[in-house]
């Protein structure tokens, strides 16, 4: 099964979306949901997916979970929750008796957004956190180079916990790289129980001058750190689309995973999301 871990599905007409807000993203302002991603999965030969989330919100989260229910694609849920809710379990186990919540199988914050760079070593965020590996749900790290060092050490803190690193931690691909994210990816790779998306790389080049050439330093980068049992492939769709069509972003991504060897990719395609995320597929 080739899985896409990562997508998202939004409407700008019924919610609001703060990161949204800048006039460089306008071209993906408007409603992506299931419909519009099903003939692109099918065009692009990809089985399942993987919605992630978008905003702070816990209806976005339920929302989610209802899509999941009524769509065999969606395999797997991403939410969010309040990880500084003292009653955070109570929550987590409120989504999960909901329809489809049997496939919510992580949580996420924009914590790259927080302007504490140690947002995640708080008391109470290591609290929310305590309560949703034990629910055997993932932690979905979404962070820049400035926030590695507390993904590094909360990933420490907790090493019998699955963390997913979202976008390879957006590298610096526009500009160059950068050595300081180059030392604390590898650092993190160092952590066992963290995997990595190479999902969100081409927004990160520049949108209209990229090609599977420019990205394969930095997939290559990953996959040293973190082997070929803990790299991901994700679309990052509807994003991706403000530098290339899905088809586009899926080509790339796999030529780099080819480029890698043959298992590599394989194992990126599929295996190890499903691990990760402890998935259960349908005969």
């Known amino acids: 099964m080739i899985i896409d871990a990562h997508q998202h599905f939004w409407d700008p007409a019924r919610a609001d979306y703060p990161w949204m807000a800048a006039d460089e993203l306008a071209p993906i302002r408007r409603a992506f949901g299931p419909a519009d991603l099903a003939p692109l999965l099918k065009a692009n030969g990809i089985d399942a997916s993987i919605v992630v ?3 702070s919100s ?23 929750a309040d990880l500084t809710d003292g009653a955070l379990g109570d929550t987590l186990d409120r989504l999960r008796g909901l329809p489809g919540g049997d496939k919510l199988v992580g949580i996420r914050h924009q914590v790259h957004d927080e302007t504490d760079p140690d947002w995640l070593l708080r008391e109470d965020v290591q609290r929310g956190l305590t309560a949703v590996f034990a629910r055997d749900l993932a932690y979905d790290v979404l962070v820049r180079s400035r926030e590695l060092p507390a993904a590094i050490a909360i990933a420490q803190a907790f090493p019998q916990a699955r963390f997913v690193l979202d976008h390879a931690a957006k590298p610096p691909i526009a500009d ?29 080049a520049i949108w209209n001058d990229w090609d599977a050439g420019r990205l394969f330093p930095f997939v290559a980068h990953a996959a040293s750190c973190f082997g070929e049992d803990r790299l991901i492939f994700g679309s990052d769709w509807p994003v991706c689309l403000l530098a290339g069509s899905y088809g586009e972003i899926k080509s790339a991504l796999e030529a780099c995973l080819t480029k890698l060897g043959p298992q590599v990719r394989a194992k990126a395609l599929g295996v190890n999301a499903t691990r990760a995320y402890r998935l259960t597929i349908a005969e």
Do not use: M, Y
Request: hydrophobic content about 40%.
């Open 53 to 55: 989330q978008c905003r």
């Open 58 to 80: 816990l209806e976005e989260t339920e929302e989610f979970l209802a899509i999941a229910h009524a769509t065999p694609s969606v395999i797997g849920v991403v939410g969010w």
């Open 176 to 204: 160059g790289g950068s050595s300081e994210w180059s030392d604390r990816i590898r650092a993190l790779g160092a952590c066992g129980n963290v995997w990595c998306k190479i999902s969100g790389l081409a927004t990160e």
